[in-house]
Every structure is written in C-alpha cells, then in structure tokens.
C-alpha cells in the first residue's frame, strides 16, 4: 500500500494550503513514483499514485493524460478491460502526446481482442443481492424485513429459510470521509478499482462515476483548509459538514427541513423507518440514531459546533439560505443533533 508516512505527511502539509494547489512537479512525481510500482507489478500501488497524479495535474494537462495512460494500464494488467479503455479515453480528451496516440490504440485494440477471450473483470469487486430487493428497502433483499420489540429494539429478521452463502444486503454509507485512501477510493461511497475523477479545484478528493456530479463537493471544496487546526478534528468535521449539506439537498427548501426535524423531534425514537428508498428517508433513518441527549457528556461539544458553524457559514450558498437568527440558531441545533449521532 502507498506508504503510510507519505499519506500523513501530505495530511499535514494540507492544514497549511500547501498541498490545496495543483502542481506540476507533483503530479510528475507521483507518476514517476507510480511507473516503480508498476515495474514491481504491484497494481493496486501504481494505481493510487497514478491517482494522485491526476489529482495534483492541471485539467487537461499531458500530465493528466499520462497518468490516465498509465492507470489504464494498471487496469488492463488487473483484466479489468472496461475499466481500461475508459481511461484509454480519458487519457485523449486529456492532451495525451500525439506522438505516443499509436501506441495507446494499439493498447484499445489488444484490449478489446482481450474481452472477447477472456472474462472482464471490472465489476468483480460491485456485490449483488441474491434475491430481488425490498421495494421500500432496496439495500436489503425482499425476504428480509425490519422489526421493532421491547427485547432487541430495532432488528433485520428472516422471511423465510436462507441459504448459507446467499447474499442479501448490499449498501453503502450514507456519508463517509476516506480518511488516509484518498488516492484508492470515491470520496462519496468508498468504492476502490474505480475510474476515479479528481476535484478540478483541490487535490485531495476525487469520485467514481457514480459520484462525479453531486451537489456537495463544491462547498466542501471552498472550506480553508487551515481552519481544520489538528489533524484529530479535521476528518471529524469534513464528515459533519458533508451531513449537513446531504441534509440541506434532501429536502426542496429550508422551510421543508425545519418541519421535517421538528416532526422527527417530536416523534418516536425507535420507530421503524417506513422506507430508505429517497433522500428524506435515508435522512431520517440517520437523525433517528442519536442516543439519549441527557445521557451526552462531552464538555467540548459547544466548541465543536461553533467551530463548524462557522465554518459552513463562511460559505455563500450555506449563510444565504441560513440568514434570519432563528434560522441561524436552527443550524446551530441540527449541527450539534449530528455531531453527537456520529460521534457515537
């Protein structure tokens, strides 16, 4: 794996915003380091450092073009041939040198004769439930159901007789924070072995297909990077800020979110969840986790709030829809309700 003390360093360097930039010098260094990994055949290596290369390259730089060569032949090597001529056309729409386009087609044609022989292994790592899934739950197949008692609370039981080996629940996290395999995984949903796409602005984010238009990264994107302060804090509050912009994008308007949360503040707290088919469910499946507020014990936790409300209001699109006190005091809230659900 990519070595650890490189990946904390760069952490480190990046609460100083000498790491935001892109850089040139980067970009061909990590390739270079990449080519290593690759000469050794370790592919997986190669790939995060060929990712990180697009990361730190201009957009539509030969840099970046190059290292969507050099991914692409990571994943022919891992016979994941699909996966491998997408590169091969990232690579062209990326400035790839003219001088060496003969040679990449030569790679899309030895590709192509490979799919027609050879089993295409790019969606080996993407599971799939065994049964057709729960209308209401799709991450869950439908001889699953949710239940609620005094005994065991909340809890998924069996329908019927499963057979071992079957597989029948397949999610993904509602948010996450890829924490030290920036370079290896979606910033979104953690998948690995994907043709990941790097931030046009920062260097440190990039997302699979699945993931690339999303409506979250840009303010994310915008948040200083030197107001994380130590690096224990800084994956915590990245993780907040992104549930309370899936929040504000689940609903249509602000109005929407408030009486949602104050419906759910006022309903049961171990109530089943009708569906987790929409944003809003999801949503309010995740507000529903939080534990009992008076059982709480943490003397940092105003601190926590401020210093992530402020950092959400630093930003245009968060202060414009959040601008009255009352509305202000409800982020204030809704910032703490999360800190403590996902602290726990």
């Not at 065991?152 to 029948?168: C, L, M, N, S, Y």
């Amino acid at each position: 794996m990519y070595n650890d003390y490189e990946e904390n360093r760069d952490r480190t360097i990046l609460l100083s915003g000498s790491a935001y930039k892109k850089s040139a010098a980067k970009a061909l260094k990590c390739r270079q380091k990449g080519n290593e990994y690759f000469a050794k055949k370790e592919w997986a290596n190669a790939t995060e450092l060929y990712n990180k290369s697009t990361c730190f390259a201009e957009e539509g730089s030969e840099l970046m073009g190059l290292a969507y060569a050099n991914r692409a032949s990571c994943f022919f090597n891992m016979k994941m041939y699909s996966k491998c001529l997408i590169d091969i056309e990232h690579a062209k729409q990326n400035n790839y040198p003219q001088e060496k386009l003969a040679k990449l087609d030569e790679r899309k044609t030895i590709c192509l004769a490979a799919m027609e022989k050879e089993t295409d292994r790019s969606e080996m790592f993407e599971p799939k439930l065994d049964y057709t899934p729960n209308e209401m739950f799709p991450c869950f197949a439908d001889v699953l159901k949710i239940e609620n008692n005094h005994q065991h609370g909340r809890h998924v039981v069996a329908k019927e007789d499963i057979d071992v080996g079957k597989t029948v629940m397949v999610d993904q996290s509602y948010f996450a924070e890829t924490i030290n395999q920036k370079y290896r995984r979606c910033g979104n949903c953690l998948r690995s072995a994907e043709n990941l796409k790097p931030c046009h602005k920062c260097t440190f984010t990039m997302f699979c297909p699945r993931c690339e238009e999303n409506s979250f990264h840009d303010i994310e994107c915008d948040v200083n990077p030197t107001y994380f302060g130590c690096l224990d804090f800084m994956s915590f509050r990245m993780v907040v800020i992104r549930s309370i912009l899936l929040t504000m994008n689940a609903f249509d308007d602000n109005d929407q979110l408030i009486a949602a949360v104050e419906e759910m503040l006022s309903s049961d707290a171990v109530k089943v969840p009708e569906s987790l088919s929409d944003p809003q469910s999801k949503y309010r499946a995740f507000f529903k986790l939080q534990p009992n507020p008076k059982e709480q014990v943490d003397r940092k936790l105003p601190q926590k709030i401020y210093l992530i409300y402020r950092l959400l209001m630093g930003q245009s699109k968060v202060s414009k829809i959040f601008h009255s006190e009352a509305r202000k005091r409800f982020l204030m809230h809704l910032i703490g309700h999360h800190v403590i659900v996902i602290k726990n």
